[in-house]
Nanobody
Framework: VQLQASGGGLVQAGGSLRLSCAAS????????VGWFRQAPGKEREFVAA????????YYADYARGRFTISKDKAKNTVYLQMNSLKPEDTATYYC???????????????WGQGTLVTVSS
């Protein structure tokens, strides 16, 4: 599976962005697609995830209520809608695929290249 993340950019605090993670290669019902982020000097941290097979979604506490993960199976794409963005959301955002739900990035087998999100105050 190859992943292509896109949609990052510069936005003012309070603004919104929608990130996309397009997968080439088949995603199976056992797969879980997750979004992570990594700020300079910090470890990659979990943002949100969704099971490919059903509607179950998972969020980090800081993301719940502001971010929404969704998918379009016809396009083999997972989205991350980010609203009410804060300067502390500034990071490179990555999408990855795992075989089971996990908030540890080391459980994810395939990764996209990352897309930079910068939130100005």
């Amino acid at each position: 599976v190859q992943l292509q993340a896109s949609g990052g950019g510069l936005v003012q605090a309070g603004g919104s962005l929608r990130l996309s993670c397009a997968a080439s290669g088949r995603l199976f019902s056992s797969h879980l697609v997750g979004w992570f982020r990594q700020a300079p000097g910090k470890e990659r941290e979990f943002v949100a995830a969704t099971r490919w097979s059903d509607s179950r979604t998972y969020y980090a506490d800081y993301a719940r209520g502001r971010f929404t993960i969704s998918k379009d199976k016809a396009k083999n794409t997972v989205y991350l809608q980010m609203n009410s963005l804060k300067p502390e959301d500034t990071a490179t955002y990555y999408c990855g695929v795992a075989f089971a739900y996990d908030t540890d990035y080391r459980a994810y087998r395939w990764w996209g290249q990352g897309t930079l999100v910068t939130v100005s105050s």
